[in-house]
């Protein structure tokens, strides 16, 4: 459990992404976002931007390097989650990065999913293209009307009417819905309310063309809708999907939940990471540009003291995620939740923190569109909701560590 | 200085502002918002805006409520900041409330400064006009190329030539500047870099429409620009005012701050403890009504400890501000200025904690456009800079406290 | 409620009492704990001990400095809660002070519940002899076994017998009652383990030379004992008093310590915050005295934002305990429970920081015996469950927040 | 760097020391401790104390377990750093395990100086009974007069005069010196101050009885004063050392301290971990076992939330130990500073806040000598001031990393 190294064997792979970063994502980053800006419909690609992704896609597979994030699948580089958390820091740094390599949330935990429940109807129809890159998927659980921190509040319903599962609900910040190459919904729904508390809920593939499915709007962060993959608000007015659109079985929502939840987790914490590095880089640089009173920022008040305490809580978090992706690894996701749990609580909170006090070492231009670090900020303040808010897991782990003690 | 109690004279006054604001100002916010949002042109105000606020101006007019915020002068109703402050309060209940009662920044500094400083002509040309409410100002102090906790730092330089000062340099996150009706900036400008430092610079009248002013762009705060108001980004290119536009005298810029910025850092923390109320008021009323493993999430974990430390802070935080006031009155603006700093040192900062609370008992929503929570915490921390950032009032309050036992 | 200051009638009891402390109980101070050092048994008082404390008592009885501490009783000075509190932090400044003016805890409470609710038997044989300062007292609640932040958790009982109370059970961190000069305990039992659970409890008078009252030890607080005051661990074995002993009647222990518990804590407070001046104190002389790197340790790194974070925070305490003692001026004890709460929640955790960052600021040290800073932390720590945790006053203030908006 | 897993060959070794400490620590741990109080000298040991120590001393040389703590020496057992650190969280549990294994403070650090710096004469005459286990020694760094932060505030002078250091000076807080075993001393001195900053102190053996040598009390740390070993207040009167008795070199003071300082800091950041564990398991096995309003405390309010948090800054803590250690086995003391001083400025205060949180959860007992909470917080609040305060730490950490970013 402590080691915490790279392994050798995937070294290689490491270097040849870090390459493919360089050689063909760098590159294309500044065009995408400017063609993003002027479009007429917000909510559509440019068709240059398609052409960008598709040519980095394209090379990305030709080297090989692609679908590596399943551990140890047949269909994927069999990397462990230890090493391809070493390889998520990377992507981190360049936002088009993880989706040229096919291994971008949330298609990444709706491919293992198939991939590890899947019919071989289901796989065919829908983890092909997903594995091949041509189609998107979205992940529709959070709703508007339930607090998300209980995972059994879920309202939006299916039940079985001739052969066929009627959904009806609703839910938001449903990431990567507004993308118009989005085709397909792994969506939670209640199917047994009489069951006991933990078999009421599955989960079904919804074809996000299904009549009755409605996308109401993007829903913000911070006042950014990040368009057009989006954070949607969708409703289900009686949407009606085949029977064999359920996954695993009904009741067994929960179930393939915990498949899922585990490596999404580290993939988003190890990013989280290279966030707070690139904070942490912005604010020496720029406190050690600006002079006040005669020094530079750096050396007034509490400056350094604010980055010695940055490194060290980064230098502690980097270490946390790799020994919750090694607890995976060696436990299994199910025995390795609480690890995951620990660094889900403790990682954006932490990383938000450093971003706010390179935004104060910068001053107003710390919160204006001349840095990044607003955007980072909203988007670490978000991740403290995505996958469950804090409080729950620090539940977790807290009964976890009762536990051990027999007292819970 | 523990008598924090509003006068019995100015609670009439209060009274008619809190009858105003219900009659006057709450049935046309919505509206006046909508209007803002599908305009054509986004810098510009909608005719039926213009028509709402002005019909809210008239009638306060026509019921004396204009210009009470000038404490003790000839112009205004005589108030004291202590009763300034308990109305203030009033104020940061509704955005628009403020400007039909021509009290808002950053007029309102803009002119106690002219009726304290300014010459009879610069009071007939700027002063009348503002006292009316027929035009708006700035106030162009921050630089984009220096750090502003140091107040000595100023690029934009002006020196005379051929009996006008000819000013050159940058200036940003000027609020106000983006609003058609602003005619007139005060700006500071550095006229004699050899003098002491106390002594180099100087605030110059310059009329926005002159030559050489350039109107970058808007700046953004966490992705919003306030349009039509702004917070923009202005270069002077050669810009020429005549040497009579000078305020007080060349070198004096730093006097005329000490007259300007004591009240309105208190209005500024007053309408930032009106936040933290509406906060703490919205989370509980969410917490209170959402259920989470079997019970209302206010009765889940911490969340009833957040409350109690945010009513605590909150109480503070108003005791605070009333002293602060208080001192005004009571030592002048240059001997309360520790009492100044100490607020503006606490209270934003508090308040963004007390938001970021409220948006985590929201859960995702409190980050969306559902709630205003994403803006008001926008705003606060927008406030830990205006007027120099909190380090720099730290900095003041504990020279202050070091002098009293002879150790700085 | 926002007219803190003193009031001009108390003022000069104010100057009186500064006076007597200058004249009468600085100069015996030090004597006084030299004294108790060196003597053979540490759970008595040397003669000398007693003589100085009599001599500076008679002192304040000649100046009719004495049992102020009564608010608008017929045998104290009529003194409100408000006045009291600025009197309170003078005395917080001398250990000894409050004794000589017979206004020190716990007597001031037991005092002011046997003058609310005492028979003419109970005043004439306690509450005489305590107004006298002849005798002094405990108060008897809090016990080893149970959870001291539910009130309702009194494991210590007593039932009628022929006549007599019959007691068993168990207390800790009794205050006082080490002292010699102890005579009499107020004891809170549990007499009606069958009524609602706010009548279950009652107070009786317990002297403490009652056979069956058996002192075990003395409580340590971070190593300290406080001998000969002590903080006692007593055991009641079938410890019999009078049916008379009963204060109010039986079942009303709830009712009685509403009386008691505002203007006590209100008191801690105060003097808890003349702790933190004094620490703020040392901390500027300390880091305005000792240079390291060159500089004065003021003006390395954050120290001087320690500082002024450490005088706003002791100023917002100030206003609030002021207010707080309003409130019950103005509103009565129960209504300004929360009020109390919320000061009692607030003061002694921010107290103890300031004092933690004093020692940081002296090195060792600070937590040497050569300054008073590891002892003041250990009083404030402890002030940190007298009275109740901090956990019960925040919840106390948390509910009643929920309950303006129905939420509780 | 991230394999920090013990090594294979280093586990025989570990599971010995469990065993010794199960078979000879563990049994005699209270006898020797209730010996320790009743004693008439407080400063000596009883003679069975010694006997027990004696005891355990014999049976650990007999199964070989002596003096590993030596990383890499020809006299010790080869550890590496990492392994060590494994063991010495074995050892934190029992005060009483480093010595009976020879490992324990200061002795390491002075012994691992002498093998590596010492001359064949000092290593025969002091080094040989330290290995021994025949004598005991203390460092005298610290100095009463001087703000520790800055190690080159050295006021404590040595000059050579006939062939002999003539010492003159103060130094507090000198650990271990209380002992009546302890005969030699590690005396930082100043012999050039003339030279550069850092080439002015050098370090000097001093044998404890020499004349001059005063030893004027035992410091305390929040009233306990460890006796007999001490923290002991010592004067230097003239002492008279001979020459051969420096270490190194004159003005090698600096160079010597690097040697020392990184194995000792991150044994006592170990340790640490160790009590931060025994906190949390306290604290939970007191909140699991007390009720309150009808629930355990471990169900109340942020309880669990606490214990969450603790668990992953213990986990998070260990990591960053482990690494430094790792640190220091593969780039050598000097380079790993920086990670030293990271753990250094991190563990301590965590482990005092984890302390805190578990003295709360058990009420007023956690104060008392009914735990060892309060003395285990004393311990960890010492520590922060032990080899530099935490802001030198911080200061070393936040200059590496803004000279990586050439900001320095």
């Known amino acids: 459990m402590f080691n915490l190294a790279m392994s050798e064997e995937a070294r290689p792979l490491l270097y040849a992404v870090q390459k493919h970063i360089q050689e063909n994502v760098a590159p294309i980053t500044e065009e995408f976002y400017a063609l993003n800006e002027g479009k007429e419909d917000r909510w559509s690609w440019h068709p ?5 992704l598709e040519g980095a896609k394209t090379k990305a597979k030709e080297s090989g390097l692609w679908n590596f994030f399943l551990p140890d699948a047949e269909t994927g580089a069999g990397l462990s989650n230890l090493d391809y958390a070493y390889i998520a820091s990377e992507l981190g740094k360049y936002s088009l990065a993880s989706e040229t390599l096919n291994c971008s949330a949330p298609d990444t935990g709706n491919m293992e999913v198939l991939e590890r429940v899947g019919t071989p109807e289901q796989k065919e129809k829908w983890l092909k293209p997903l594995l091949n890159g041509e189609i998107r998927s979205a992940y529709a659980m959070t709703e508007p009307g339930e607090a998300s921190s209980d995972a059994k509040n879920i309202s939006t319903t299916a039940h079985l009417e001739n052969g066929e599962w009627v959904i009806n609900g609703e839910k938001y910040y449903i990431s990567g819905a507004g993308d118009p190459r ?45 368009a057009p993959r989006g954070h949607m608000h969708l409703k289900f007015n009686n949407v009606r999907v085949p029977e064999e659109n359920m996954l695993l079985g009904e009741g067994r929502g929960f179930e393939i939940s915990q498949v899922r939840l585990g490596p999404g987790r580290i993939h988003h914490c190890m990013r989280s990471i290279g966030q707070a590095e690139k904070a942490l880089e912005l604010m020496i640089k720029r406190a050690g540009s600006r002079t006040a009173f005669g020094k530079t920022i750096l050396k007034l008040g509490k400056n350094l003291e604010v980055i010695s305490r940055a490194r060290i809580e980064i230098d502690a978090m980097r270490l946390m995620v790799l020994q919750a992706a090694k607890a995976m690894d060696v436990l299994g996701n199910r025995e390795a939740r609480v690890y995951v749990s620990a660094v889900k609580a403790m990682v954006p909170e932490k990383v938000c923190l450093i971003i706010d006090q390179a935004i104060q070492m910068h001053g107003a231009t710390g919160l204006s569109h001349w840095t990044p670090l607003a955007g ?33």
């Open 48 to 52: 240059r931007q398609l052409e960008l």
């Open 376 to 408: 980072m900020y909203a988007n670490q303040r978000h991740l403290r909701f995505a996958d469950g808010p804090d409080e729950v897991h620090h539940m977790v782990v807290g009964r976890a560590e009762a536990q051990k003690h027999g007292a819970w």
């Open 182 to 226: 989005c085709k397909i919904m792994i969506t939670m729904v209640k199917t047994s309310p009489d069951a006991p508390a933990s078999k009421q809920q599955s989960q079904i593939l919804v074809p996000i063309d299904t009549p009755g499915v409605e996308i109401i709007e993007g829903m913000q962060v911070f006042g950014e809708d990040h």
